[in-house]
């Protein structure tokens, strides 16, 4: 370059170059810089657009959280329902006892007792069949007493008593119930009709019924 007043001598030409030079690494650096950071806007960009997106992601796990709860108690008849009620009551109701599928035994006290005691009784009953089954024992068996040769009946536990509530109970497959019995040692007759009369010393025996469900007799004897 000229100046006006001549030739520039060597040392402005050089100063004046490395200005030059100066000015363009400076520009270079600018252009550096802003590809630099037109770069980075990309990138912080997309770092958003993956936090958006996984914030999305993440609200279908909380709604999920929240909807077994909400079915659950939209739908009370579902699954939870079934393994609350677990109680007798809602499982499917056993078949009734039939006389056949029932068994009594009987059981004195002891062999013999004294006039004006009172014999104890016992008798099991025994599901003999091989399902559940269900049977009305709010009565309980009866027991009944006889004498030896079984043609006079002279006491019965249900003569005297008044009807019991109904009471159904649930035998499983040979299940047993066991009853107790205490007899005055007097007379009765159905309905507790005419007197009650002391039975004299003897022998005798005793049997337990249930409906048509009869036990095998026990003997016993009454010394005077």
């Known amino acids: 370059m000229l100046e006006p007043n001549g030739p520039l001598s060597p040392e402005i030409y050089w100063r004046r170059r490395a200005l030059a030079i100066g000015v363009i690494i400076v520009a270079l650096a600018i252009v ?117 040769d079984g043609q006079r009946r002279l006491w019965a536990s249900n003569d005297c008593n008044q009807d019991a509530p109904p009471e159904m109970k649930t035998l499983k497959a040979g299940e047993q119930l066991s009853y107790k019995g205490t007899w005055f040692g007097t007379t009765s007759q159905p309905q507790c009709a005419g007197d009650r009369l002391q039975v004299p010393a003897g022998a005798y025996m005793v049997v337990a019924q249930l409906g048509a469900v009869r036990s095998a007799a026990e003997p016993f004897n009454l010394a005077s």
């Not at 109680?87 to 039939?98: F, K, L, T, V």
């Open 32 to 148: 550096i810089w802003l590809v630099t950071m037109v770069a980075r806007g990309g990138d912080s960009a997309g770092a958003d657009k993956a936090a958006a997106s996984s914030t999305t992601s993440a609200e279908p796990s909380a709604s999920e959280t929240s909807s077994p709860s909400s079915s659950a108690l939209a739908t009370p008849s579902g699954s939870a329902t079934p393994s609350a009620t677990t109680s007798a009551a809602d499982q499917p109701a056993a078949q009734p006892c039939s006389d056949q599928s029932l068994a009594l035994k009987v059981t004195v006290g002891q062999p013999t007792y004294r006039v004006g005691d009172q014999p104890a009784f016992g008798t099991v009953i025994t599901n003999i069949s091989s399902a559940a089954c269900s049977r009305d024992l709010g009565a309980g068996p009866q027991f009944l007493v006889y004498t030896l």
